[in-house]
Nanobody, 114 residues
Framework: QVQFVESGGGSVQPGGSLTLSCATTGSTFSMNAMGWFRQAPGKQRELVASITRGGSTNYADSVKGRFTVSRDNTKNWVYLQMNSLKPEDTAVYYC????????WGQGIQVTVSS
């Protein structure tokens, strides 16, 4: 069974940095696209960043220049480096990976406040 597990979340002050990691187990095959969604209370889930198997990336306009997504194709891990964090970045972050279907992590809380 394929499972994704996020780590690295927590609380930081505005302007701070945080790195999220997503460990994938149970799959020998390289994922296609991987990335991160987030969902804040009362808001729809939104795509934060994605990365293809070849390394092409896409970012939500709200995080461009501040977040960096990367991946390890051998391990099927995906990461999200978050810099210059803002209160509006507060959300539960979910990693995902695409193979024959979309797999999801359980979600991890990121809170940005003074």
């Amino acid at each position: 069974q394929v499972q994704f597990v996020e780590s690295g979340g927590g609380s930081v002050q505005p302007g701070g940095s945080l790195t999220l990691s997503c460990a994938t187990t149970g799959s020998t095959f390289s994922m296609n696209a991987m990335g991160w969604f987030r969902q804040a209370p009362g808001k729809q889930r939104e795509l934060v960043a994605s990365i293809t198997r070849g390394g092409s990336t896409n970012y939500a306009d709200s995080v461009k220049g501040r977040f960096t997504v990367s991946r390890d194709n051998t391990k099927n891990w995906v990461y999200l480096q978050m810099n210059s964090l803002k209160p509006e970045d507060t959300a539960v972050y979910y990693c995902y990976g695409d193979l024959t279907r979309r797999y999801w992590g359980q979600g991890i809380q990121v809170t940005v406040s003074s």
